[in-house]
């Protein structure tokens, strides 16, 4: 039976995380890593099982403890991505691609694809990797990071913080509307896609840095997560739990609702029915109700159990009350 989350830090505060107990070690033979910078350097500095399979418990507490992401963030992309991406049955994701270490896949059409499957929760538009219709989707780009330096250049003074996260979120969205046919930026990648840029100026930047400094992340530091998965040598997690602060900011600079290109490039069409950043009920009822339920059309046994078990947490991550957003349940109740 899969355990209930981890709750927050009983200490979320300063701490250094580059400690003698999570060494940097690089990339053994088979070990997987994927799109997402945090999960990455947490693996290779073993606040995840190196090899890049881990549990939900496992995953919260690296990102808490590691990065000081804050529980309810850590807790819904964690259980989004177990849901979309990972095993219900053996409780196990790859954080990256496809693998057997995740075990037995439970009957198609589930995915169980790692997070480096496009189109569940791996989306278009991402700040250092490209999108899957150009092939790789999620190793570090060089070019991609080269403009991520050019920005902070010009827009904050070689740093990244939300300002220049405002204008490299655009332009990766511009970008993507004028060359990827099939880009997609409806529902949760609508929110991650904001998230991701203001995770980068919360949980990255070193907990020493305050007043002018904070959130101001310099491109040494930017380099050694993006590419080299590797904490910045004596790094500080963030002094408070954080994650989403800032992305109003960011998406106020220049404000773009979810779409999609429609039948090739440069043909942007809205569509708030898979929700948004500002509804957040609408992406939680369409991952439910038609992502989750398409992949499991008729289970039964210990995958329904499971799959309800993980629903629960994944509802009460998104810290919905029941009259503003009430919880679905396409596969009844236990
Ligand atoms: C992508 C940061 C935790 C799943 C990203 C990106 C950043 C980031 C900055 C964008 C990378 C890019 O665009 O180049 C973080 C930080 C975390 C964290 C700082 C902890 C504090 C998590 C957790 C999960 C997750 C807990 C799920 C279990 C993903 C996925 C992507 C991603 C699937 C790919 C989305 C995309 O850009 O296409 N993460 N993340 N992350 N992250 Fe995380
Ligand atoms: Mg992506």
């Not at 350097?41 to 808490?64: K, M």
């Not at 440069?266 to 109700?289: A, E, H, K, P, W």
Request: net charge negative; hydrophobic share 35%.
């Amino acid at each position: 039976i899969p355990p209930a989350p981890p709750g927050p830090l009983r200490f979320g505060g300063l701490k250094l995380v580059d400690d003698r107990d999570h060494p940097w070690r690089p990339l053994r033979d088979g070990d997987i890593r994927g799109p997402c910078p945090g999960l990455n350097t947490l693996a290779s500095h073993g606040y995840l099982p190196r090899d890049g399979v881990a549990t939900p418990t496992q995953i919260i507490n690296a990102a808490q403890e590691g990065l000081n992401l804050i529980n309810q963030g850590a807790k819904l992309a964690t259980y989004a991505a177990l849901l979309l991406e990972g095993n219900v049955v053996t409780n196990l994701l790859s954080i990256g691609g496809k693998t057997h270490r995740t075990g037995p896949d439970p009957p198609s059409p589930a995915s169980v694809g790692g997070l480096s499957h496009h189109g569940t929760f791996e989306g278009d538009a991402s700040t250092t990797r490209g999108d899957a219709f150009f092939g790789d989707n999620h190793s570090f780009n060089q070019t991609l990071f080269d403009q991520f330096v050019d920005f902070s250049n010009r827009f904050g003074n070689g740093y990244y913080n939300y300002t220049v996260g405002g204008e490299l979120r655009f332009h990766r969205i511009q970008d993507s509307i004028a060359t990827n046919p099939e880009f997609d930026l409806r529902g949760f990648r609508h929110s991650t896609a904001f998230g991701e840029s203001a995770f980068i100026a919360n949980n990255f930047v070193d907990g020493r840095k305050t007043g002018a400094e904070a959130h101001q992340l310099d491109m040494d530091s930017a380099l050694s997560f993006f590419r080299d998965m590797r904490f910045p040598r004596g790094f500080h997690r963030a002094a408070q739990p954080g994650g989403g602060e800032g992305v109003d900011v960011i998406f106020n600079a220049h404000p773009l609702q979810p779409g999609h290109n429609v039948g090739g490039v440069n043909n942007y069409v809205v569509d708030t029915s898979r929700g948004s950043l500002f509804d957040q009920c609408g992406i939680y009822t369409y991952m439910v109700n038609t992502t989750i339920r398409d992949l499991y059309p008729n289970p039964t046994g210990v995958l329904r159990r499971n799959l309800n078990i993980n629903l629960d947490f994944l509802y009460e991550a998104f810290g919905f009350t029941s009259a503003d957003c009430p919880q679905v349940r396409p596969f009844g109740r236990n």
